[in-house]
């Protein structure tokens, strides 16, 4: 398992509040004061805290995750998810992900939330 932070683009407080009640660790953009800071930061404020992040900005973390490839650069992992996807699939979804990978397997990953739908 692995921790999440979520930014402001995923946040749900029913979704926050389940994933804790199952005993996981989750920081949201709000409650690290990220509001409002760019994709790159929130980025690298994630990776500085070793936590994956969650967003429903698809389009352009997909484009910062491989621009962070070329350079070099590592992150703990980015979980796209699409900003309709039912809240109840959706952490389901995440579920199935947090027990089946590790921090060190999340590692510089980039995953889409729909693949671990069941």
Not at 37 to 55: F, G, H, I, M, N
Not at 97 to 111: F, H, I, K, P, Y
Request: with cysteine; aromatic share 6%; proline share 1%.
């Amino acid at each position: 398992m692995f921790a999440l932070y979520l930014d402001e683009d995923s946040l749900a407080r029913v979704l926050v509040k389940s994933l804790r009640a199952q005993g996981i660790d989750v920081v949201t953009a709000a409650e690290a004061g990220k509001l409002g800071a760019s994709d790159d930061e929130q980025l690298v404020y994630a990776a500085s805290q070793k936590r994956a992040l969650c967003t429903a900005n698809v389009h352009d973390f997909a484009r910062l995750h491989d621009q962070w490839m070329e350079q070099g650069r590592h992150h703990a992992g980015i979980l796209l998810v699409r900003q309709r996807m039912p809240l109840t699939v959706r952490l389901h979804a995440l579920l199935r992900l947090l027990a089946a990978q590790s921090s060190e397997t999340m590692g510089d990953r980039l995953e889409f939330l729909r693949n671990w739908v069941d």
